[in-house]
C-alpha cells in the first residue's frame, strides 16, 4: 500500500538555524507531492507542491524542496528559521490522476527565539 | 475571503449515538474531500466529491460512515451508532478543479468525542 514517511517527529530549532526535514513516500508510479504546515490555532494550509518541471520547488515564506525520484524523496529545506515558523509540518503526495492524497503523521518543529 | 467551515467545531457523542458533521466548501469549489485526523497522526482521506458525485469512498472505515453532497456544495459526513475509535478531529478541504494537482483549502475541523 501506499505510505508517506515523515523521518523526525519533533524537532527543535534555534533561530537562523537551517532546516530540512524528511519526507519518502512508497508508490512506484508519477506522484503529485506536496508539503502542508500547520500553525498553531490554524487550518492546514499549502507550503509548496510539485507535479511537473524543476525539481527544485519554491514556496511561501522561504520555504523549498527538492524532488529526488531515485530516492523517492521530497524534502523541506529552509535556510534560515524564524520563530515564527513553529509549526506542524505534513507532507503529502497523490498519485498522478488520483485525488486519494496519503499524508505522513507529521513534523513538530519548535524554534526557540 | 470566506474560507471551507465546518460544524460543529466539537461534539461530544455518547457510543451508540449518530453525529452529523457539516462542511461548507468555497463557493464554486468542484472538489471535496473528508479526512480523519487520529491524535498524533496525520490525516487519513476518507472519501473525495466532485460536484454531488462521489467518486472514491475507499477510505471510509466502516458501513456506519456516510458522506453526501447532493447539491454538489454542501457536504455531510455522518456516523451512525458512534463508537470510541471513532474519536478524532474530521478534515473538510476542497479545491476548485478536479485535477490531482490542485491544492486543497482546509476547514478547522470538527473534534468528536465519544464518550
Known amino acids: 500500500a501506499q505510505s508517506v514517511s515523515q523521518h523526525n517527529h519533533h524537532v527543535i530549532l534555534s533561530e537562523a538555524a537551517s532546516l530540512e526535514l524528511g519526507c519518502n513516500y512508497s508508490y512506484g508510479g508519477t506522484v503529485n507531492l506536496f508539503w502542508y504546515v500547520q500553525y498553531p490555532g490554524q487550518h492546514l494550509q499549502l507550503l509548496l507542491k510539485?507535479?511537473?518541471?524543476?525539481?527544485l520547488v519554491k514556496g511561501i515564506k522561504g520555504f523549498e524542496a527538492e524532488f529526488i525520484k531515485s530516492k523517492f524523496s521530497f524534502n523541506l529545506r529552509k535556510p534560515s528559521v524564524q520563530w515564527s515558523d513553529t509549526a506542524e509540518y505534513f507532507c503529502a503526495v497523490n498519485p498522478y490522476n488520483n485525488n486519494d492524497m496519503r499524508f505522513g503523521a507529521g513534523t513538530r518543529l519548535t524554534v526557540k527565539p | 475571503g470566506a474560507g471551507v467551515s465546518q460544524s460543529p467545531r466539537y461534539k461530544v457523542a455518547k457510543r451508540g449515538q449518530d453525529v452529523a458533521l457539516r462542511c461548507d466548501p468555497i463557493?464554486?469549489?468542484?472538489?471535496l474531500f473528508w479526512y480523519q485526523q487520529a491524535l498524533g497522526q496525520g490525516p487519513e482521506f476518507l472519501t473525495y466529491f466532485q460536484n454531488e458525485a462521489q467518486l472514491d469512498k475507499s477510505g471510509l472505515p466502516s458501513d456506519r460512515f456516510f458522506a453526501e453532497r447532493p447539491e454538489g456544495s454542501v457536504s455531510t459526513l455522518k456516523i451512525q451508532r458512534t463508537q470510541q475509535e471513532d474519536s478524532a478531529v474530521y478534515l473538510c478541504?476542497?479545491?476548485?478543479?478536479?485535477?490531482?494537482?490542485?491544492?486543497?483549502?482546509f476547514g478547522p475541523g470538527t473534534r468528536l468525542l465519544v464518550l
Open positions: 478541504a476542497s479545491s476548485l478543479w478536479e485535477l490531482d494537482q490542485e491544492t486543497q483549502y
Open positions: 510539485y507535479f511537473s518541471g524543476d525539481p
Open positions: 463557493s464554486g469549489h468542484v472538489s
